[in-house]
């Protein structure tokens, strides 16, 4: 199957000058993290649930984790790199979603978070596993806020976003995306008791809790 190829002309079409300038300003890992901790604002979706395209959030300066981690790929892409996803799994907590990247062998993300210890890491981590386990002292539940309920569980192996086409580079709304993402994918345990336990699916009805 021929990999999607970035929509350059779909993604120009809907920016105007200065946004588009902005996007292309934006080239490395760390332009875009130190932009989406500076110039976008949590998106605590006071209105509803939302799945903001990444056209949406660059106009908006608004984004959770999810959108603010596809707004990162669009950029990984349009200049390059490689658009992965790892998906953060936590039971009775939100998920987590990043950006990740290699620079000279070592493992780093990007991501947006309400918590500034769960936003992107430079690329210091010899592996995948190690920088996930980097989150994971800091990774409490946003329900309890006790900072010894420490929740994430797993870990999906990076989907390449190209995967799913490049519609959703362009589209003002990425449920189909999420929704595409979760299914079936396989996740891997911080902590296992053996190989026998180490893998499980994501848990679909958490989706609709």
Same mark, same amino acid.
């Given at each position: ?21 902005? $996007?292309?300003?934006?080239?490395? =890992? ?10 976008? $604002?949590? &998106?605590?979706?006071? @209105? /509803?649930?939302? $799945?903001?395209? #990444?056209?949406? *959030?660059?106009?908006?300066? +608004? ?19 490689? =658009? ?5 799994? $936590? ?18 993300? *990007? ?11 430079? =690329? ?13 002292? @800091?990774?409490?539940?946003?329900? +309890?806020?006790?900072? &010894? @309920?420490? +929740? ?5 192996? #990076? ?34 008791? /053996?190989?026998? @336990?180490?893998?499980?699916?994501? =848990? ?6």
């Amino acid at each position: 199957m021929e990999q999607a190829r970035f929509p350059h002309a779909a993604f120009r079409v809907l920016l105007d000058d200065g946004e588009l300038a902005l $996007a292309r300003s934006l080239d490395s =890992p760390e332009k875009i993290q130190a932009f989406l901790a500076v110039e976008v $604002a949590y &998106n605590f979706e006071p @209105d /509803g649930a939302t $799945a903001y395209g #990444p056209v949406e *959030v660059l106009r908006r300066r +608004t984004a959770h984790c999810f959108e603010g981690a596809i707004f990162a790929a669009a950029l990984f892409w349009l200049h390059g790199w490689e =658009p992965l996803l790892v998906l953060l799994e $936590a039971p009775r907590d939100f998920d987590h979603n990043l950006i990740v990247y290699r620079r000279a062998g070592l493992w780093g993300s *990007v991501s947006q978070s309400r918590h500034e210890e769960l936003r992107g890491k430079p =690329p210091t981590f010899a592996s995948l596993r190690e920088l996930v386990l980097s989150y994971h002292p @800091d990774y409490f539940s946003d329900w +309890t806020h006790d900072r &010894n @309920d420490l +929740t994430l569980r797993g870990f999906s192996s #990076p989907i390449d976003l190209r995967t799913f086409g490049s519609g959703w580079v362009a589209c003002s709304g990425a449920w189909h995306l999420y929704f595409h993402l979760v299914d079936g994918v396989r996740l891997e345990k911080l902590f296992s008791t /053996g190989e026998a @336990d180490r893998y499980y699916g994501y =848990p679909l009805e958490d989706l609709y809790d």
